[in-house]
């Protein structure tokens, strides 16, 4: 029987899968920058250094032609101001935050105003407000879009999306999700989509 | 100025528009039968039985050849059945009605579970039910559906539909989302579509 050891002990799926992209390209490209630190594992990212992946603070601080987006995604603005500046994208954006930002774009495009239940700083969830078009907002907090409904609520109808954070906690969403649906009642439509990430 | 006066005072929108066509088909085909009674309004009843519409209890207690679906709509189970006996049709399903059964019927179509909040014996449910195609359940007590969801959530992922008896009070539907939306957090999607009726 063969034993296989888990080489990266607490790296999720997503970020396994980016450092793979990373030292691949890092190899192909030699030097590369990521827009943003990969991780918070501070071993990894000097790992990641010495193989040529270096983190960017900002897009204005990128001197390499080729950038890596993290697995937190970023939004389609700065995707189209990386493009403008001629810089050739790597995108490790995880499949499973990947699909959050399709479904925020979907959600969006439909008509629909996106709740984010999330941190709105994090950099996944600035991502998602970009696919969301303008007509997101994120929060933890449920009262805050209480608040903001009882201000617009019987002024028009209103149809509501509400999308996670993919790490975010099945407890505290289910608590957020359930709030939510009780201040919108009088919405046309609500449409909860789980974009919790199911393989943490 | 003119004054416009409400001839039947507390008759709602789709009723009244009902009991206009009812009058009409009474006075183009003779005596009209209707499945179940129009309106809980016995004076309403009574004068419509004067004009030629008379309520039958069940289908198979109909003899007239032009049968009224009444204001609360029926299942499509039903219309078949009716057709099958070859009795002509005056549908009088309230518009807002028709609304809610369309809803149930696409939510089940997307392979949605259907929840009505409603009461289960009335005829606009049980014609609800029928139109979410079996996947439909309906029922004024949110703990129930917590309790089915226990028995369910964790062996396969689900979609989860809910809409509402169109009479039903908007703060008590809106407790009763909030409350299954908690509990069906770790679905796939819930889509709350407000079936309420927003004229009366």
């Known amino acids: 029987m063969e034993i296989d050891k888990a080489e990266e002990i607490g790296l999720c799926f997503g970020v396994r899968r980016a450092v793979k992209l990373l030292e691949e390209a890092a190899s192909?490209?030699?030097?590369?920058?990521?827009?943003?630190?990969?991780?918070?594992?501070?071993?990894?990212?000097?790992?990641?250094?010495?193989?040529?992946?270096?983190?960017?603070?900002?897009?204005?601080?990128?001197?390499?032609?080729?950038?890596?987006?993290?697995?937190?995604?970023?939004?389609?603005?700065?995707?189209?101001?990386?493009?403008?500046?001629?810089?050739?994208?790597?995108?490790?954006?995880?499949p499973i935050v990947r699909k959050a930002q399709n479904t925020a774009k979907e959600l969006a495009e439909a008509g629909f105003d996106v709740i984010i239940f999330g941190e709105a700083e994090h950099s996944e969830v600035q991502g998602?407000?970009?696919?969301?078009?303008?007509?997101?907002?994120?929060?933890?907090?449920?009262?805050?879009?209480?608040?903001?409904?009882?201000?617009?609520?019987?002024?028009?109808?209103?149809?509501?999306?509400?999308?996670?954070?993919?790490?975010q906690l099945q407890p505290a969403l289910a608590e957020f999700v359930g709030q939510v649906a009780t201040f919108a009642a009088k919405s046309k439509e609500i449409r909860f989509i789980n974009t919790l990430c199911g393989i943490v």
């Open 28 to 94: 192909k490209y030699g030097e590369i920058e990521t827009l943003g630190p990969v991780a918070h594992n501070q071993q990894l990212v000097e790992r990641l250094i010495k193989a040529g992946v270096k983190p960017a603070r900002h897009l204005n601080q990128v001197q390499s032609k080729i950038l890596a987006v993290t697995t937190h995604g970023t939004s389609p603005k700065v995707l189209s101001e990386i493009k403008t500046r001629h810089i050739h994208i790597i995108d490790t954006t995880c």
């Open 128 to 167: 998602l407000l970009g696919w969301a078009k303008g007509n997101g907002i994120a929060t933890l907090d449920a009262k805050q879009i209480g608040t903001l409904l009882k201000q617009v609520q019987d002024k028009k109808p209103y149809h509501l999306g509400i999308i996670s954070q993919t790490t």
